[in-house]
Nanobody, 117 residues
Framework: QVQLVESGGGLVQSGGSLRLSCAAS????????MAWYRQVSGKQRELVAA???????NYAKSVEGRFTVSRDYAKNTVYLQMNSLNVEDTAVYYC???????????WGQGTQVTVSS
């Protein structure tokens, strides 16, 4: 089916930047929308940003203007450029791939982003 591997998380100071990457493998032609979610321990996983197969994007209000999602269709990779990070952005970030063909979502293993004040 589809496998997702994230990279790029880490520790950064408030105001700094990080770039997350998510490489997809397997039946990548069956992927429609790709997205980034994040989750803080004890809270629900929330959508951060998404990009469709046609390149349309949407963002959570809390990250609009600071984060940018992009997709390299040739490399089957989705990116999340995160600028002006603040402590509230600290979370585990998960890559998601939705497939209408398979009727399900696929998830990466998650990557920790920690923003220090």
């Amino acid at each position: 089916q589809v496998q997702l591997v994230e990279s790029g998380g880490g520790l950064v100071q408030s105001g700094g930047s990080l770039r997350l990457s998510c490489a997809a493998s397997g039946r990548t032609s069956r992927i429609d929308t790709m997205a980034w979610y994040r989750q803080v321990s004890g809270k629900q996983r929330e959508l951060v940003a998404a990009i469709t197969s046609r390149g349309s994007t949407n963002y959570a209000k809390s990250v609009e203007g600071r984060f940018t999602v992009s997709r390299d269709y040739a490399k089957n990779t989705v990116y999340l450029q995160m600028n002006s990070l603040n402590v509230e952005d600290t979370a585990v970030y998960y890559c998601n791939a939705n497939s209408v063909y398979y009727g399900t979502d696929f998830w990466g293993q998650g990557t920790q982003v920690t923003v220090s004040s």
